[in-house]
């Protein structure tokens, strides 16, 4: 039996000298975190401190892919940094309050109030 390859697709623009947007398709599990936590890393690497990702078009995230987030959150912050997620489905916004996440992390339902709040 073969299984189709996890759908996940990560695209990374830069807004100016600190702030980026990382927009993220299809599903963060355990398949795909590596990648995720790659694509958050580099932009850290960079010195981006106002983070932006853009979950509007994932279906699914696990434990596996909060940890990415969490971690990416701990390491913005430690840098006097911002991070706040895009996310408008239902689904994966349900995730973020059963977890109690949903108090860690800022979470707003638009590109522009996410790349505003993220600047400060």
């Keep these: 039996m073969s299984y189709l ?11 100016d000298d600190r702030t980026a947007v990382l927009r993220v398709r299809g599903e963060i599990h355990l398949a795909t975190a590596a990648d995720f936590s790659e694509g958050l890393n580099q ?5 981006r401190t106002a ?3 853009d979950l509007t078009e ?6 596996t892919g909060l940890s990415v987030l969490l971690n990416a959150l701990r390491r913005i ?6 991070l706040v997620l895009v996310c408008t489905n ?3 916004l349900r995730l973020f309050e ?3 996440m949903d108090t860690t992390f800022t979470i707003v339902g638009s590109r522009d109030e996410a790349v505003a709040t993220a600047r400060g």
């Excluded at 390859?5 to 807004?15: D, K």
């Excluded at 994932?58 to 434990?63: A, E, L, M, P």
Aim: no cysteine; net charge negative; charged share 20%.
């Design 43 to 47: 932009v850290i690497a960079e010195g």
């Design 77 to 82: 912050t430690r840098a006097g940094g911002t």
């Design 51 to 53: 983070v932006v990702v």
């Design 5 to 15: 390859p996890p759908r996940f697709e990560l695209s990374v623009e830069t807004v």
């Design 90 to 92: 239902p689904t994966v």
């Design 58 to 63: 994932v279906g699914f995230i696990d434990s």
């Design 98 to 100: 059963v977890t109690k």
